[in-house]
């Protein structure tokens, strides 16, 4: 297998990596109870998503 020929500089690898870091995700408020929830999913304290209740409440 050929291997390479010279060593990466350090801005190329930087260059490479500079995608690499994580990102913080986002929240939205729960229409229903207010509380901060990830979009798209339905609500961990109330169970609602999109006006209806979707999963039994974790209260419950």
Known sequence: MP???RRHSHSRKGR???HDGLTV???SSCSNCGTP???HK???ECGYHRGR???KAAAD
């Open 53 to 55: 209740q979707v999963v």
């Open 3 to 5: 291997n390479p020929k």
């Open 37 to 39: 929830k990830l979009p």
């Open 25 to 27: 995700p986002s929240f």
């Open 42 to 44: 339905a609500c961990p």
């Open 16 to 18: 490479r990596r500079a």
